[in-house]
């Protein structure tokens, strides 16, 4: 299953022009996430507000991710200061991945920004945490901070642009987007036989992981004949025709 590494803000000097702070909006996004990772089927480790950009990026590097995602706000700043608007999507020009990946993300974006033509991918050179990361990345500007409209945009959306980011990622990985059921119980009945945890909802995907009959599993969504579900801190997809929802 596809493993990613998120990256929300640490700027926490970062204020928003009607309260609040870039850092506590991009962890609201994240803490959004969550449901709609899990549903997914996407694995994440997250960094931590005490972080940096740099001790993020080693973190990054020291593990085996297949995606790198930092949620950032923006600021025009000096003279420009709350005149500006839009998302932008940042992304190594020299990563095939990471050029695709941006234009995902920034497609997905335009479906809910108010203005879809301020909606834009930008290459760079100069921002560590698509630079100098071993995984394809992007770094999201979702909107400017210092612009009323934008930051009221982003904090009366934090779920939606939550559950569009997801989207983006499974798009990216060609995996299916499922929705959070909210979390329900089911019990393992194989007649004995271990029922096999795979990293997408179809019979071919690769095995990585196995439950024993009679185990309670923590079911995250269900689409169809599979769920997406954690048992013992693996997280994959099991067919339902070997759980009984209790």
Known sequence: MPRIYLSPSTQEFNPYVNGGNEEQYMNLIADAMIPYLNATGISYTRNTPEMTAGTSIAASNAGNYDFHLALHSNA??????GQVQG???YYYPRSAN????????????????PNPNLVKTVPTTSLGEVVRT?????????????????ANWIKSNIDAIAQNVVLSLADYFGIP??????????RVVTNGRNLNIRSAPN???????????????TVYSVNGGWSSVDFNGITGFVSNKYITFI
Do not use: C, T, W
């Not at 025009?76 to 200061?81: C, H, V």
């Not at 987007?177 to 089911?186: D, E, K, S, T």
């Not at 071919?204 to 185990?215: A, K, Q």
């Open 134 to 150: 071993r995984a394809p990345s992007v770094l999201i500007e979702f909107a400017y901070h210092d612009n009323e409209q934008d």
């Open 87 to 89: 998302s932008e999507v």
């Open 177 to 186: 987007f499922m929705m959070p059921n909210g979390n329900r119980y089911a």
């Open 98 to 113: 990471g050029r695709r990946a941006a234009e995902i993300f920034a497609n997905n974006l335009k479906l809910i920004y």
């Open 203 to 217: 019979i071919n995907s690769s095995v990585i992981g196995s439950i024993p009959n009679g185990s309670i599993i």
């Open 76 to 81: 025009a700043g000096g003279n420009n200061a």
